[in-house]
């Protein structure tokens, strides 16, 4: 069956860099747009950025522009976020998904899903 698994997530401080990768199987993931999405202590499921099946073309929410940038290996069956400059409001479980309409922004044209890794930046 399709599984995504994400890794990476941890405790930094302020300031400091993370990168997460997402593990796919079960799907051939060059057929699929991918995303990262997070949510937020009391908040709902918010988009952090997309790529376009090849990895060519990207999208990043305002809030993590300049600082975060998504990629993508085909060959490897995984995606990552880089992530610097982390801020406290950063913290979220971040989770990744993957499309079928290249990049997107909205959660509900996202077919599958990982269960999450915990990102915390202390202040």
């Known amino acids: 069956q399709v599984q995504l698994v994400e890794s990476g997530g941890g405790l930094v401080q302020a300031g400091d860099s993370l990168r997460l990768s997402c593990a796919a199987s079960g799907l051939t993931f060059g057929n699929y747009g991918a995303g990262w999405f997070r949510q937020r202590p009391g908040k709902e499921r918010e988009f952090v950025a997309t790529i376009s099946r090849s990895g060519r073309s990207t999208y990043y929410a305002d809030s993590v522009k300049g600082r975060f940038t998504i990629s993508r290996d085909n060959a490897k069956n995984t995606m990552q976020l880089q992530m610097n400059s982390l801020k406290p409001e950063d913290t979220a479980v971040y989770y990744c998904?993957?499309?079928?309409?290249?990049?997107?922004?909205?959660?509900?044209?996202?077919?599958?899903w990982g269960q999450g890794t915990q990102v915390t930046v202390s202040s």
């Open positions: 998904a993957t499309n079928v309409v290249g990049t997107s922004t909205t959660p509900t044209t996202y077919n599958y």
